[in-house]
């Protein structure tokens, strides 16, 4: 009896690359994730240590597939730029994303949205940024003695790890690069350089002996 429980072996834990939920509800709310994780993209685009990734479900706990959880965006500081199926914690030196944004939708509910503030205050996040673009409301919350505490001035708050600032606009939040360029979809920036091209080749420059 001994050496048959001997050489029963522990079933393999599998952690799942999806929890079968799309990525957002409607295109207001993809736009801005997209936004979001595009421009984290460019801004850290030359720190191979920093790992910007979009609606990755995030394991924090070894030998527990169900505590998990998917943000719209996450940054992890300290981490290298490449693909996976999902963040396990414990395989990245144990370090938690250290920023999470949501894009909140109408079918977002409040008992969803106090179960992820729960597992991020738990399990490590510094910067936790909550966006209602239906409504264009911003909340922010910043891990302090006593966990994650409410920003109470966000209009013009400056983000401590990421650099970036948010501003209160009609008819929604601006956000800024540490320089102070506003963040950009990929049409506005394709019709920045079209535009400075343009410029160029009215003052002689031609940019094809340059590439």
């Known amino acids: 009896m001994v050496a048959q429980l001997n050489n029963l072996t522990t079933p ?9 939920k799309p990525m957002a509800d ?3 709310q993809f736009r801005w994730i997209t936004l979001i994780k595009a421009n984290l993209d460019w801004l850290f685009n030359q720190d191979d240590q920093v790992f910007v990734a979009g609606d990755l479900l995030w394991y924090p706990v070894e030998g527990n597939n169900k505590k ?14 490449e693909e996976r199926g999902s963040y396990q914690q414990w395989k990245e ?16 509910t409040q008992t969803e949205m106090s179960r992820k503030l729960l597992f991020y205050e738990r399990y490590g ?6 966006y ?13 003695e006593e966990g994650l505490e409410i920003i109470e001035d966000i209009n013009g708050w400056v983000s401590p ?13 601006k956000l800024y690069y540490p320089n102070g360029e506003s963040f950009t979809t990929y049409t506005e920036e394709r019709q920045r350089a079209e535009k400075l091209a343009a410029k ?6 031609n940019l094809d002996e340059y590439l």
């Open 125 to 130: 996040v510094e910067e936790y940024y909550i």
């Open 200 to 205: 160029l080749k009215e003052l002689g420059v």
């Open 68 to 81: 998990r959880q998917a943000p719209d965006i996450m940054v992890v500081f300290g981490r290298p730029k």
């Open 12 to 20: 393999e834990i599998i952690y799942p690359d999806s929890d079968g």
């Open 132 to 144: 209602d673009p239906n409504k264009n409301e911003l909340s922010g919350l910043l891990r302090g």
């Open 93 to 108: 030196n144990n370090i938690a994303p250290q920023v999470v944004f949501e894009i909140l939708s109408p079918g977002n």
């Open 26 to 28: 409607n295109t207001l």
């Open 161 to 173: 790890l990421l650099g970036i600032r948010f501003e209160f606009a009609e008819p929604e939040l």
